[in-house]
């Protein structure tokens, strides 16, 4: 346990240097693995006709209403899940960094790891509160229920989806960036049909104006995401890549 706390917040120099250099992430990223497969072994055992309808609804659309139905009983489930997500997609990021230097953080591996995930928890309860307010001023709850829960359903797949491929990409001694480019293509078609599938979705209203679509898409999706995009960039730019 010791080790566990030493080798996350460890401010020695040498161990610095060996967090910077080593192919292997840290022992913490394993005990976040080993996290990961007791939650998801929780998952599996107590609740694998949820998983079961989770993924149909992923892929068919006639297990949607189904799954929506189930919502207010699905109790700690979707936290469990969300929480899957979150270290998944945190330690992708980590990753990122840690292999290809977008962002020189000059920290040691686990306050970088800790910096990333308060940041990403940060812009998910930002957009999620923009959203929210959005919905608020154009009195459009309903509609962007759909889009929540479309949201929800793309975080499922890719907490189960992610978990093998961070685990390959962290213990193969070659191939890492390989297995982190396969982690990013998957996050990158799983977001654009999850866009598809919520314009679709808001088409579907008769009421719903085209104008709505276009700004959900633009103001929370692609100005985020073209923000992070130009920022990776300028990064990599000052650190000579």
Known sequence: MGSFFSSLFSTNGQEQEFFGKEPFSPDWIIAFFL???VLIAWLRLYHPNRL???TNSYFNNRFIDQLTREEKSAGIYNWVVELLYFISFTTLIYRTNSNFSVFDFDLVGGLEFTIISLGLLLFILFKSLLMRLMAWLFDVETRFSDVHFYRFLNHSILAFVLFPILVLGTFLQSGANYWIGIAWVIVTIIYLFRLFRSAVRFWSYNSFSIKYIILYICALEILPL???????F???NNNGM
């Open 35 to 37: 996290l990961q497969i």
């Open 52 to 54: 079961k309808l989770l």
């Open 226 to 232: 073209a923000f992070f995009v130009k920022a990776s």
């Open 234 to 236: 300028n990064s990599l």
